[in-house]
């Protein structure tokens, strides 16, 4: 049995890769929203942080009342109880992927994570 997952996603407004990678500690999705179109609803963890990366296009993340500019490059995490609500802008449509993680999970990083060989 391979030590890795391999899959080929699709262009789509969202592909989540939970369950296609068998993942275990984290949640990814690729979400892409069109010119002007909108998460159509405001949300909030209650374990789970999250981390966002623009990967293409222009928005705005509306976090607890704030407006929060979104451009191509730009990385973003919101703590679990924020409330959250992502808007592609009205000339630009937006593509990000989503990182959740459990909140102070990460024991390790990379230099103390790794072995070396």
């Not at 593509?95 to 999970?105: L, P």
């Amino acid at each position: 049995m391979a030590n890795f997952t391999k899959t080929t996603i699709e262009k789509g407004s969202r592909t989540e890769l939970h369950e296609k990678l068998s993942l275990t500690g984290a949640e990814i999705s690729v979400n892409e929203l069109p010119a002007g179109a909108n998460v159509p609803f405001v949300h909030s963890h209650k374990q789970n942080e999250e981390i966002y990366g623009i990967l293409s296009g222009k928005g705005k993340a509306v976090i607890d009342g704030e407006d929060v500019i979104l451009a191509t490059g730009n990385w973003l995490k919101i703590s679990p109880a924020a409330k959250r609500q992502f808007f592609a802008a009205s000339d630009s449509g937006i593509t990000y992927v989503c990182i959740q993680v459990k909140e102070n999970s990460l024991g390790n990083f990379t230099a103390t994570d790794a072995v070396m060989y």
